[in-house]
């Protein structure tokens, strides 16, 4: 059975710091694009950051960019989303997606495996 777990979420002051981390098991995710995605009550998910298979090429999207940091391990089977200098606005249920096959993507549809979320709330 495939299993996408995050863990790392929690509640932190604004500007504070919290390192996300997405463990895999069931199979190796060593040659797949991996994500992260939010989501708040009543909005669509949104994409977050994407990495290659061999943390080559790396997209954030525009509002996490010099703040949030996407890596992985692949030894470990997991991938990390390092966020930074957080906002109230990053308040979300963060998700760890995987594709099962081509580079990264920025659209939840790609994406085929996914965890259970976590939640991170930024206070003001």
């Known amino acids: 059975q495939v299993q996408l777990v995050e863990s790392g979420g929690g509640l932190v002051q604004a500007g504070g710091s919290l390192t996300l981390s997405c463990a895999a098991s069931?199979?190796?995710?060593?040659?797949?694009?991996m994500g992260w995605f939010r989501q708040t009550p009543g909005k669509e998910r949104e994409f977050v950051a994407t990495i290659s298979w061999d943390g080559g090429t790396i997209f954030n999207v525009g509002s996490v960019k010099g703040r949030f940091t996407i890596s992985r391990d692949n030894a470990k089977n997991t991938v990390y989303l390092q966020m930074n200098s957080l906002k109230p606005e990053d308040t979300a249920v963060y998700y760890c997606?995987?594709?099962?096959?081509?580079?990264?993507?920025?659209?939840?549809?790609?994406?085929?495996?996914w965890g259970q979320g976590t939640q991170v709330t930024v206070s003001s």
């Open positions: 069931g199979r190796t995710f060593s040659t797949n694009a």
């Open positions: 997606a995987a594709r099962r096959a081509g580079g990264p993507a920025t659209t939840a549809p790609a994406y085929y495996y």
